[in-house]
């Protein structure tokens, strides 16, 4: 059995309020999220190696990283506008004319007390969107979000579960991840592989709706391929959990693996230039889905739907390993 504590503070950054959870062993590993800003991961430190980005300070206004989560809308919605059925919602810009990166993100969440267990530690953070609260009044259906961390040697798992509360509505969402990974070592010497089935076509990074062959894609990511001329903001579609992405440190001889559930069918992968970091967003649907689903591009959205009651429950898992 790992020995495992946990300590409450504060980021000596920014003073957000800050949970870190330890775990000794050969591998011994720590991680850090803030309750305060979204219950966003800042930190998975293994054996005295960090393979988060916290903030961005290569610009003159710093800016949060770590790993986001992104709920109801993962990534763009067009115009700030979505439809399902006979309701229209509306969401303030904030990406040019679109709303970018969900309702969540940057919310406090609830936080239960850490259960140390056989193999781990875990902790359950939530919330919930209720009749009389700003963001049911942007998204009015009653729903809750569940985030258990279980932090073991080696490895971090985000168990997520999300319920419809709502009495007559139907909940219509998406869900995602959106680590910043660090760079470790000569960017040429990171590969990626991100072996999906399609690459979904965009115009100005909203998708088409097209799931066309990989060999019209900027990259074809199926096979590691090194960061070096890579500079993508694009996404995937057809991911298996038999098949998880992976970033290949060759610098430190570490692999990182997110393994997913079926849930998460799409990816989308961020490498710009410059930039101490690189993204591969395990998400359960398309960018703009909930505008795709409208026009009846089901498959290329994979917008979940759970009726009134309905739950569902679905995990990632951040392991690093040797090469």
């Known amino acids: 059995m790992p020995n495992c504590s946990y300590?409450?503070?504060?980021?000596?950054?920014?003073?957000?309020?800050?949970?870190?959870?330890?775990?000794?062993?050969?591998?011994?590993?720590?991680?850090?999220?803030?309750?305060?800003?979204?219950?966003?991961?800042l930190s998975f430190d293994v054996a005295g190696r960090e393979y988060l980005v916290a903030l961005d300070q290569t610009s003159t206004q710093p800016s949060v990283l770590g790993t986001p989560v992104l709920y109801p809308t993962p990534n763009r919605v067009r115009d700030g506008m979505m439809t399902f059925g006979e309701r229209t919602f509306t969401f303030p810009p904030n990406n040019g004319g679109n709303f970018i990166h969900g309702l969540v993100r940057d919310r406090r969440w609830c936080c239960d007390e850490p259960q140390i267990r056989a193999n781990g530690i875990a902790v359950t953070t939530r919330i919930s969107m209720a009749p009389g609260d700003d963001l049911h009044t942007l998204f009015p259906i009653a729903n809750t979000l569940e985030l258990t961390y279980t932090l073991r040697p080696g490895e971090i798992e985000l168990r997520f579960a999300v319920r419809n509360d709502d009495a007559t509505q139907p909940l219509p969402f998406g869900l995602a991840?959106?680590?910043?990974?660090?760079?470790?070592?000569?960017?040429?010497?990171?590969?990626?592989?991100?072996?999906?089935?399609?690459?979904?076509?965009?115009?100005?990074?909203?998708?088409?709706?097209?799931?066309?062959?990989?060999?019209?894609?900027?990259?074809?990511?199926?096979?590691?391929?090194?960061?070096?001329?890579?500079?993508?903001?694009?996404?995937?579609?057809?991911?298996?959990?038999?098949?998880?992405?992976?970033?290949?440190?060759?610098?430190?001889?570490?692999?990182?693996?997110?393994?997913?559930?079926?849930?998460?069918?799409?990816?989308?992968?961020?490498?710009?230039?410059?930039?101490?970091?690189?993204?591969?967003?395990?998400?359960?649907?398309?960018?703009?889905?909930?505008?795709?689903?409208?026009?009846?591009?089901?498959?290329?959205?994979?917008?979940?739907?759970?009726?009134?009651?309905?739950?569902?429950?679905?995990?990632?898992?951040?392991?690093?390993?040797?090469?």
Request: aromatic letters at 6%.
């Open 177 to 323: 991840i959106h680590p910043y990974f660090a760079i470790i070592g000569a960017r040429k010497s990171v590969q990626i592989r991100v072996p999906a089935s399609r690459w979904m076509e965009a115009d100005q990074l909203l998708p088409t709706g097209r799931l066309l062959p990989l060999d019209a894609a900027p990259a074809d990511l199926t096979h590691p391929t090194s960061l070096e001329g890579l500079d993508l903001d694009d996404v995937y579609w057809g991911m298996r959990p038999e098949q998880p992405a992976e970033i290949h440190y060759h610098a430190i001889g570490r692999r990182l693996t997110l393994h997913a559930d079926a849930l998460f069918t799409h990816a989308v992968v961020y490498t710009p230039h410059g930039k101490p970091f690189l993204c591969i967003e395990n998400q359960s649907c398309s960018t703009d889905a909930h505008n795709l689903y409208a026009r009846g591009l089901h498959e290329a959205a994979h917008l979940t739907i759970l009726q009134p009651g309905e739950a569902v429950e679905a995990a990632i898992r951040l392991c690093v390993s040797d090469l």
């Open 7 to 41: 300590m409450i503070g504060k980021h000596p950054l920014t003073g957000w309020e800050t949970m870190t959870l330890h775990c000794e062993g050969e591998l011994a590993t720590t991680a850090t999220f803030t309750p305060q800003v979204g219950c966003n991961l």
